[in-house]
């Protein structure tokens, strides 16, 4: 059987490739869930770099928030401010740098965290945005109409 490794490294640059049998042991470490240093095999004569892999979860948004906010939501990325609300989180239209974004985005919502406020633009950081377990960070305007909603 094949696993998929999926290495991702800053600003979304990606590989993947196919490789049997490795299942790589996860640890948490500084807030993080990750992947000890793989060391790929050479295949037809062309070796490959040692990689790390770097996701948290099951790969989705959702996971990826919880990970790194602490904020207890779970579920549909799109009910997430429903969640939150019921699990006693403030919820709201204004950013906050550290909260939860929600967003119209994809056929069940999205989420992503809120890293730096610039004026009216944020930067954020997402997981399965540009595909599942790739972390990307892109910037949005505070004023995008897929915005719902803001957990703090």
């Not at 037809?44 to 919880?66: M, Q, S």
């Not at 965290?113 to 930067?123: A, F, H, Q, R």
Request: proline share 5%.
């Amino acid at each position: 059987m094949t696993t998929e490794i999926i290495s991702c490294m800053l600003y979304a640059l990606c590989t993947v490739t196919q490789y049997p049998s490795i299942r790589p042991t996860l640890y948490w470490e500084n807030g993080y869930i990750k992947a000890p240093e793989i060391l790929l095999e050479p295949i037809e004569k062309e070796k490959r770099l040692v990689k790390k892999v770097y996701y948290y979860g099951n790969g989705h948004c959702v996971p990826y928030a919880r990970a790194r906010t602490g904020i207890q939501i779970t579920g549909i990325a799109g009910r997430a401010l429903e969640i939150a609300r019921f699990r006693g989180y403030k919820t709201g239209i204004i950013p906050r740098e550290g909260s939860i974004v929600v967003l119209n985005e994809g056929p069940v919502g999205h989420v992503a965290v809120v890293e730096k406020i610039y004026g009216d633009m944020l930067y954020i950081s997402e997981q399965n945005y540009r595909g599942l377990y790739i972390v990307s960070e892109r910037i949005i305007s505070v004023s995008y109409d897929s915005i719902l909603g803001y957990i703090y």
